[in-house]
């Protein structure tokens, strides 16, 4: 092939290109390493409502919500160091104004000699999607409501009149053969009553989302207490860590810290257990739950519990581990990605 024949093949490929660029119902824009627009499709006209002529040229923070100012410089600095940011999921902002979810992917551009250049967005409007989510996870909290409240208010009562009844009936039972047996069914209603009052407890904790942190963990905590036999349950929050609420993800966390809590309190034997959160540097946020019990050997801790706990550290994007040895206690310690608010 001579080079004339290449400079055409080479030319026909860019045409190509350019044209599924520009007939691609996605948004793709490029854009320099200072965030200024250099092309926009008819995706993008279409989607943000401004022509090229509009855009080419501006900054592309016009389309940014004010209440986010440091996206724009975060992504374009995870370019210059050639990261790719991938499925990003944002607000951007029309020309009339409205407010549109969008999801984000923003790769690198480099020169002929491989040096960044600028950078290429491909974003697809998620708005719809977004809406049709937001509306199962409203029915989805409706029937926790539904679910909480029938639990409350109709088993959880039955059970504490059959406890009555049965202390009732109690003192005629002294001294006899069915003494035994009616402790027996006193004991088995109470640990029933504690875990369907545990279970009605993380069917609303949705509810308390916008509660700092430290502030759910205490009342988990205490909850705990009131259900643990001889056993001191210690809270440390060390200082630093953000009072903040974590949203969505401080609810996950919670939910494995009660299941630890619950191992510890039912299978550790140990007379105290330490909770405690903190933050290393701007980045994580530690919790562990610890405790001076039986403990057992590595690969025999197993069940639901366990993979629930792995699978909640795993959608937070963080790290699980477990440390026990038999006469020496459980160490659970979770470690995730601070939640940010961008």
């Given at each position: 092939?001579n080079?004339?024949?290449?400079?055409?093949?080479s030319?026909e490929?860019s045409?190509?290109?350019?044209?599924?660029?520009e007939?691609?119902?996605d948004?793709?824009?490029?854009?320099?390493?200072?965030?200024?627009?250099t092309?926009?499709n008819k995706g993008?006209?279409?989607?943000y409502?401004?022509?090229?002529?509009?855009a080419?040229?501006?900054?592309?923070s016009?389309?940014?919500p004010?209440?986010r100012?440091?996206?724009?410089?975060?992504?374009?600095e995870?370019?210059r160091?050639?990261?790719?940011?991938?499925h990003?999921?944002?607000?951007?902002m029309?020309k009339?104004g409205?407010?549109?979810?969008?999801?984000?992917?923003?790769s690198?551009?480099?020169?002929s000699?491989?040096?960044?250049v600028?950078?290429?967005?491909?974003a697809?409007d998620?708005?719809?999607?977004?809406?049709?989510?937001?509306?199962?996870?409203q029915?989805?909290e409706?029937?926790r409501?539904?679910?909480?409240r029938d639990?409350h208010?109709?088993?959880l009562?039955?059970?504490?009149?059959t406890?009555?009844a049965i202390r009732?009936i109690?003192p005629?039972?002294?001294?006899t053969?069915?003494e035994?047996?009616l402790q027996?069914?006193?004991d088995a209603i109470?640990?029933?009553?504690?875990?369907?009052?545990?279970?009605?407890?993380q069917l609303?904790?949705?509810d308390?989302?916008?509660?700092?942190?430290p502030?759910?963990?205490?009342?988990?905590v205490e909850?705990?207490?009131?259900?643990?036999r001889?056993q001191?349950?210690?809270?440390?929050?060390k200082?630093?860590f953000?009072?903040?609420p974590l949203?969505?993800?401080?609810?996950?966390?919670?939910?494995?810290?009660?299941?630890?809590l619950?191992?510890?309190?039912r299978?550790?034997g140990?007379?105290?257990?330490l909770v405690s959160l903190?933050?290393?540097?701007?980045?994580?946020?530690?919790?562990?739950?610890a405790?001076?019990g039986?403990g057992?050997k590595?690969g025999?801790a197993a069940?639901?519990?366990?993979r629930s706990?792995?699978?909640r550290?795993?959608?937070?994007?963080?790290?699980?581990?477990?440390?026990?040895?038999?006469g020496?206690g459980?160490r659970v310690?979770v470690?995730?990605?601070?939640?940010r608010k961008?």
């Open positions: 092939m080079n004339n024949d290449f400079l055409k093949r030319e490929e045409a190509r290109l350019a044209a599924i660029v007939s691609s119902d948004v793709i824009i490029g854009k320099t390493l200072e965030g200024i627009i092309s926009w993008a006209e279409r989607i409502g401004y022509s090229a002529e509009e080419v040229g501006q900054p592309i016009m389309l940014v004010p209440e100012p440091n996206e724009i410089p975060r992504i374009l995870s370019i160091r050639g990261e790719k940011v991938d990003f999921e944002t607000v951007r029309t009339d409205r407010r549109l979810d969008i999801s984000l992917t923003v690198p551009i480099r020169n000699s491989g040096d960044i600028g950078a290429s967005t491909l697809r998620i708005t719809e999607r977004k809406r049709v989510e937001e509306a199962i996870r029915a989805r409706a029937e409501h539904r679910i909480a639990l208010d109709g088993v009562q039955d059970l504490s009149y406890t009555a009732l109690k005629d039972a002294e001294g053969a069915l035994g047996g027996k069914v006193v109470r640990s029933a009553d504690q875990g369907l009052r545990a279970a009605v407890y609303r904790l949705a308390e989302l916008n509660q700092p942190f502030t759910l963990l205490e009342s988990l909850r705990n207490r009131e259900m643990a001889g001191q349950i210690e809270l440390e929050v200082e630093g953000p009072s903040a949203g969505d993800d401080g609810i996950e966390l919670l939910r494995i810290l009660q299941e630890a619950a191992n510890a309190r299978h550790s140990a007379r105290s257990v903190r933050a290393e540097g701007d980045d994580l946020v530690v919790a562990e739950v405790d001076e039986r057992f590595a025999t069940g639901v519990g366990l706990m792995q699978e550290a795993n959608s937070l994007g963080g790290e699980l581990t477990i440390e026990s040895e038999p020496k459980t310690r470690q995730m990605p601070m939640p961008v």
